[in-house]
Every structure is written in C-alpha cells, then in structure tokens.
C-alpha cells in the first residue's frame, strides 16, 4: 500500500494551492480535535494544495497540519528531504485521518512548531512509527513506515490534528526554551 | 552546621554567577543546591548552601551592586519522603490572570506536591509546567478536576505520568 506515495506528486490534486496564514496559539482552533474528512471532497482537496503551497513558502518548514491554517480537519503535509537529521523519506506527500498504529525506539528531541513561534521544547517521540491514512483526491489507503526525523514530523503533525501541541508532550518543567535560533 | 537559603536577583549582566560565588566561597559557604536563571532580563539564583553564618554571608553579598540578595537560615532538608507517583502537568493558553493560582490550587487540594515548576509569556500564550507527585491512585481524579478548571480558565491542560528511564 506504501507505493502509492512513491507516486504521489501535489500536482495530482489538480488544483493551485494557495498561501494561508498560519494560525499560533492560543488559537481555540489548535486545541480542538479535527475532524475526519472525506478525501474526496473537493474542499479538502483545495486544503490538501493549500497546505503545500503554504509550507513550501514559510523557511524551514517540515511540516503543516489543517488546523494550523485555521482548519479544523485532520488532514496534514510533510516534507522532510533537506532536513539533516532525515533517513528515510518520502518526499511530499499529503495525509488524510492518519493513525500511528506501530511506534518503537522512543527517543527525545528539540521541537519547534510554526504555531509556538517563540518557544522550542524536548518531546519524546517514537524513532520508528508505522502510519496508516489515506490520500486526498483518490482516498487510495497509505501504510506508511518510517523513521528518524520524518516519523517525528509525522507524529508530531497527526498530534495537531488531536488539538495537541508540542507542550502537551515536553519532558518536565525545564523542558521548555525560548526559541533562540531563527530560520 | 548552618545551612541557609539564599536568594539573588539583578538585571542581567555577565559575571553575576562568578561574583555572587566568588563572594560565598569568600566566606566559606558551600553550594548545594542551586538554580540559577535568567527571567525577562532579570538574572535570578536561588541557592542553598552551608557552612558561615547569614550574618556573614549578607556582609560578602552587599558589595555586589545592582543584585538584591536575602539570606536565611533553614532547617536542613528532612528524609525525603517518595511515597508519590510522579506526573508532569502542562498547561497552555491565552494569558490571563491566576492561572497558576488556580491550576496549582486543583493540585494541592489533590494532595499533589508541587517539585518543580516554570512558566513562560511568548506574546499571548501563557505556559505553565509542573512536576508533580501525586498520591497513588488520585490521577484519574484529578485529570477531571484539572480538565474542569482549564474549561474555566480557557485554557488546556494535559496530566501524564513523567517517565523515568533507568540504565
């Protein structure tokens, strides 16, 4: 079921993406659970594209969850390629209802989120997940495993998409920092 | 032995930890303890050592312009008492008044101890995280209290068991 993201490409949504700004906390709309979507609906299609175009605009960006422009719907994107701590990758792809369903070798890390633009924080998450959802436009099933830094993008955009943030994960009371490094 | 809490807080500036140190080994106080950060500009230690009298350490820490320091003499720390399960509470939201009052007041009515505890201002969004040791089998009961509390506040709020790797 994988391979369908080995073909994936955004430009099979059919549609133009457009730049949405991106929302920050406290916005009520971060901290409600999306809603499952339709894969085939049209507006979640446009959001799938809205989604690319946006993060591939904002720097640095790994990642970009629905509720993130405002949505509240559990669709996301990930792109982890340029990113140095990366192994395995997929490209960019766009998910729909993802589930973790497998996840081992948990391990801490620095996190910091376009929505938290001031504040990083040491989340524990899963060095190995397996992820199942489904793609926009086709609905076509995805498992999907992988690792390292795209597993953590993955986990932490499908938290979004629950209405949690990376603060509801850090590690204990010092365990989150003012952001010091801007992209 | 005197044992002694101490706290010092000034406008940040390099050097503040080597002077107020330099000052308290000056005078033979040992560090034990300490936590040391800057807040808003503001560089603030709390510490605790032994070995002088307060008087003596208040006379070393007064040539240190700028930096407000109080001393104390405390009791030493009792046998630590770790009959609690351990927890991490994080809270976030829209910055508003008493926050920490109330979330804190849910904990201890719960007989949770507070052991460590910091909050964060970024722009409107208020942080809080607390270490907490609950008694065993009160989380689940304060998990509902602490949710209605948030509901109050507007904010979230998140309990979880803070884990501890072994090796």
């Known amino acids: 079921m994988s391979d369908a993201l080995a073909g994936w490409k955004p430009d099979l949504l059919g549609v133009d993406g457009r730049v949405l700004p991106v929302v920050t906390a406290p916005a009520e709309v971060l901290s409600r659970p999306g809603a499952e979507v339709d894969p085939a609906d049209p507006e979640v299609v446009q959001l799938a594209a809205d989604l690319v175009a946006t993060m591939r605009v904002s720097p640095g960006c790994v990642g970009l969850a629905a509720p993130q422009v405002g949505v509240g719907a559990q669709v996301f994107v990930v792109d982890v390629t340029e990113h140095p701590k990366t192994a395995t990758s997929h490209g960019t792809f766009v998910l729909c209802n993802a589930r973790v369903v497998e996840a081992s070798r948990w391990r801490p890390g620095r996190e910091g989120c376009m929505s938290v633009p001031d504040l990083t924080g040491d989340v524990k998450r899963a060095g190995r997940v397996v992820v199942e959802a489904v793609l926009p436009g086709t609905g076509e099933a995805v498992r999907l495993a992988t690792d390292a830094f795209e597993a953590r993008a993955l986990q932490h955009e499908i938290d979004h998409c629950a209405g949690k943030l990376f603060l509801d994960r850090v590690a204990g009371a010092h365990a989150v920092y003012q952001r010091k490094v801007y992209l | ?167």
């Open chain 2, 1 to 167: 032995m005197n044992e002694l809490a101490i706290t010092v807080i000034g406008p940040d500036r390099t050097g503040i930890i080597a002077d107020v140190s330099e000052a308290l080994a000056g005078v033979g106080a040992n560090l034990s303890d300490s936590t040391m950060t800057r807040l808003r500009g503001h560089f603030a230690m709390t510490l605790i050592c032994t070995g002088p009298s307060a008087e003596d350490v208040e006379k070393a820490l007064e040539p240190l312009s700028g930096l407000l320091a109080t001393v104390r003499a405390v009791e030493p720390e009792a046998e630590a008492d770790a009959a609690g399960e351990p927890y991490l509470v994080s809270v976030h939201g829209a910055d508003r008044l008493g926050i920490v009052a109330a979330v804190t007041r849910v904990v201890a009515a719960a007989g949770g101890n507070i052991t460590d505890l910091t909050t964060r201002l970024s722009g409107p969004l208020y942080v809080l995280i607390a270490e907490v040791d609950l008694p065993r089998g009160s989380a689940e009961d304060l998990a509902v209290r602490l949710a209605t509390a948030a509901d109050e506040l507007g904010v979230d709020v998140t309990l979880r068991r803070a884990e501890t790797d072994v090796l």
